[in-house]
């Protein structure tokens, strides 16, 4: 079964950021939560993976989107943003990319949680079309370091700057 079988009138064509959006329609991470169907919406634009973090997996209660759960890969020790990149590697979307990125739930401060970004966006970049700066992305305290006006905005520059390094733009989205 496909969703979005119908073909979708050329007047919703887009280019925003540098990308081209043959319509509005794409999935977040809560439509395929294992990441076995993305390829199957086949008149969607874009897909949106994660929120990916630079941390060991462990069990996690939904995994992100592109990656198989961390028991596929029983007995590793590695990252979701990691486990994104193989399963990437080895399934790629036949859509635009969308790499939703946040820091662990244990950084307690400004300089950890820009460092936590900084090393999933430069891990991701090469794979992902554009990034989603997860604000909503809770710490272990239950608070939500990137709403605060400092953690933002310091994340935002770290995360600019760094994106001058590449030779290819991909926007940064905030959400």
Do not use: W
């Not at 554009?130 to 939500?144: H, P, Y």
């Amino acid at each position: 079964m496909f969703l979005f079988e119908k073909k979708i009138p050329s007047a919703l064509n887009q280019q925003l950021f540098g990308l081209f959006f043959p319509h509005p329609v794409g999935i977040a991470p809560g439509a395929d939560p294992f990441g076995t169907k993305y390829n199957s919406f086949r008149n969607c634009c874009f897909v949106e993976t994660g929120p990916l973090s630079p941390t060991p997996a462990v069990p996690a209660k939904r995994p992100a989107s592109l990656f198989a759960p961390p028991s596929k890969r029983a007995g590793t020790d590695i990252s979701a943003l990691k486990e994104a990149i193989l399963y990437i590697k080895d399934h790629r979307p036949r859509h635009l990319l969308a790499a939703n990125i946040a820091p662990l739930p244990t950084r307690p401060d400004c300089e950890a949680v820009t460092r936590d970004l900084l090393e999933a966006f430069t891990y991701i970049y090469d794979f992902a079309d554009m990034f989603v700066i997860d604000t909503f992305s809770k710490n272990k305290d239950g608070v939500a370091p990137l709403q605060s006006a400092e953690y933002l905005s310091e994340s935002m520059d770290a995360l600019i700057n760094m994106r001058f390094c590449y030779d290819k733009y991909k926007p940064i989205l905030i959400r």
